[in-house]
């Protein structure tokens, strides 16, 4: 796992992606909100920075300012700080604002970095760009390569690695909620600080090698959604397949991913249910830090980011997002995931997490959220803005 705040940003690429808004009309929350004057004052004092409730196009960048403590294991105690921009005119993004994040950060170990976000829309949504620069030293664990390695857990590599990955993607509508684009992703990192107790693990620490790979890929996108930044109804199809150079090795290998999610209101019953499976698959010879890998923010919540990874990667979720009264909401979820070094081997061994989480509203269609997560080893902490699809 990167850090806390790094996943952050990669999952505000969406621009706030796919957060539940409290005070959404598709969404029935727990105790219907009527304006008084004690929550009326704590919006006044959240405006100060920035978390006014709703976004004003006329305002110009509607900014939010989040400083906030985080805890992971591999960086102890951290702080950050989470810029979030909202601009444009919504009906030029088929309903929606452009956004900006961007995610500087430190830890008590060393680990330090800043990521940023862009998610811009123009000509009504037709067309989209999306940037998604990331560039840090942190702390990150490393078992080697497929299931079995990763269920040991005096397999733990301990190291730093130095990372710059840039990922620019443009995409066009092609016809009704069909989209179009290409991208791009050149990835360079460099392990440093390897450290293990089991003085075995030489082979598998020797695994991480500095590496530098680049690469184009297409991306297919099918979107009823009813809004990119915030789902209440619709379904989301996208594949995104992608020809890769290590340039380290002078290898060629491919990347293919695959995303299916879809969103429920219950009303009249209050909440939100939404599932997502993705899929994660790569051929040729593809170097370790490229390898689809399960746990972190992302994906399976419980597991640290990095322990399970292979050359394949398979996993869905499901969640329960209630908004309870005003800006807060809870969200309870599951989710099963697998990795194997071939299609064929997908869930032969499966593992399961379970969790639940605290949001609260900071600007229209953006909510922090704190979760805590549970696998098979145990539990991790997350902080981080909006939800995880």
Not at 196 to 204: P, S, V
Not at 296 to 321: C, K
């Amino acid at each position: 796992m990167r850090t806390l705040f790094a996943q952050t940003t990669l999952l505000l690429t969406c621009s706030a992606a796919t957060s539940l808004s409290l005070a959404d009309d598709h969404i029935v929350p727990l105790v219907e909100h009527t304006p008084n004057p004690t929550t009326e004052k704590l919006d006044r004092f959240l405006g100060v920075f920035g978390a006014e409730s709703e976004y004003d196009a006329d305002k110009g960048l509607n900014s939010s300012y989040i400083p906030a403590v985080f805890y992971k294991p591999e960086q102890g105690l951290g702080l950050g700080l989470l810029y979030v921009g909202l601009y444009g005119d919504p009906s030029d993004g088929a309903g929606q604002p452009s956004s900006m994040v961007i995610n500087p950060y430190a830890s008590s170990n060393g680990s330090m970095g800043i990521t940023f976000s862009n998610k811009h829309f123009y000509n009504g949504g037709d067309n989209r760009v999306y940037t998604d620069i990331k560039v840090f030293d942190d702390a990150a664990v490393y078992y080697g390569q497929g299931y079995e390695n990763g269920q040991q857990d005096g397999n733990k590599v301990d190291f730093k690695e130095q990372v710059i990955d840039v990922k620019p993607t443009w995409l066009t509508r092609v016809s009704g909620d069909y989209f179009l684009g290409l991208g791009a992703n050149v990835k360079s990192v460099r392990p440093h600080d390897k450290t293990f107790e089991n003085q075995n693990l030489d082979t598998i620490a020797n695994e991480l090698t500095d590496n530098t790979s680049y690469g184009v890929f297409v991306s297919n996108v099918f979107d009823t959604r009813d809004n990119v930044t915030n789902a209440t109804k619709g379904t989301l199809l996208q594949a995104d397949l992608g020809l890769y150079h290590d340039a380290t090795n002078s290898e060629n290998f491919g990347k293919y991913s695959l995303k299916a999610s879809q969103y429920h209101s219950l009303a009249p019953v209050p909440g939100l249910f939404a599932w997502q499976v993705q899929a994660n698959l790569t051929s040729g010879n593809v170097p370790w830090n490229q390898l689809p890998d399960l746990g972190g923010a992302d994906a399976m919540r419980g597991y640290i980011l990095g322990r399970y990874r292979d050359n394949q990667m398979m996993m869905g979720q499901v969640e329960y997002r209630l908004p309870v009264y005003w800006r807060v909401g809870v969200v309870f979820w599951g989710a099963a995931g697998t990795v194997s070094e071939n299609v064929s081997g997908l869930w032969d061994k499966t593992l399961a997490s379970a969790g639940t989480g605290f949001r609260f509203k900071i600007k229209d269609k953006v909510n922090v959220r704190a979760d805590i997560g549970y696998g098979e080893h145990g539990g991790t902490f997350y902080f981080h803005v909006n939800e995880v699809f």
